[in-house]
């Protein structure tokens, strides 16, 4: 992964520093396959290589874009809203568009999260008062979780069971 890992630092630093990598760990389990490989279903829910990439970029939308910075779904640069429609992908969208599409949310996640302290709060309407902080560390687990499922899909489809 491009982003070194850091162990010590402060605070700000090695939040940041962790979501990056699980943000390029995700990534990493989609790059390299082909379209067909990407959209393949090997589970019974809507996860795909491609798709469970598609709804982290959702994922950063909805809590950096729409509740952090408070913009409009139709200022947003994706889709943005808390349903299964996370997970859908066209059939023109490529694996290169899917990781641009995400990698560009991210940078704007790491923008509109740097005009913030980690003790800044907001009200969240279902989750109460959501800091920055629980945020970070709730797209850290979002995104490792994502990624270990990400890293199955690959292993089944890289290494199919005889």
């Not at 995400?102 to 907001?122: G, M, N, P, V």
């Amino acid at each position: 992964m491009p982003t070194e890992r850091i162990t010590d630092g402060t605070e700000r630093a090695l939040l940041e520093n962790t979501l990056d990598r699980n943000r390029e760990a995700l990534v990493e389990t989609l790059r390299g396959l082909s379209e067909d490989d990407a959209r393949r279903r090997l589970v019974a829910s809507l996860s795909t290589p491609i798709s469970v990439v598609k709804h982290a970029a959702a994922a950063e939308r909805i809590w950096f874009q729409r509740f952090w910075a408070g913009l409009d779904e139709s200022e947003c640069d994706g889709y943005s809203k808390r349903d299964v429609g996370t997970f859908a992908v066209t059939d023109d969208e490529t694996v290169a568009d899917v990781i641009a599409e995400y990698e560009r949310a991210s940078q704007r996640s790491r923008e509109i999260a740097a005009r913030f302290d980690l003790d800044a709060t907001k009200e969240f309407p279902g989750e109460g008062t959501v800091s920055m902080r629980w945020t970070m560390l709730a797209m850290i687990q979002e995104f490792a979780r994502h990624a270990g499922h990400g890293d199955i899909l690959r292993e089944q489809i890289d290494q199919p069971l005889p």
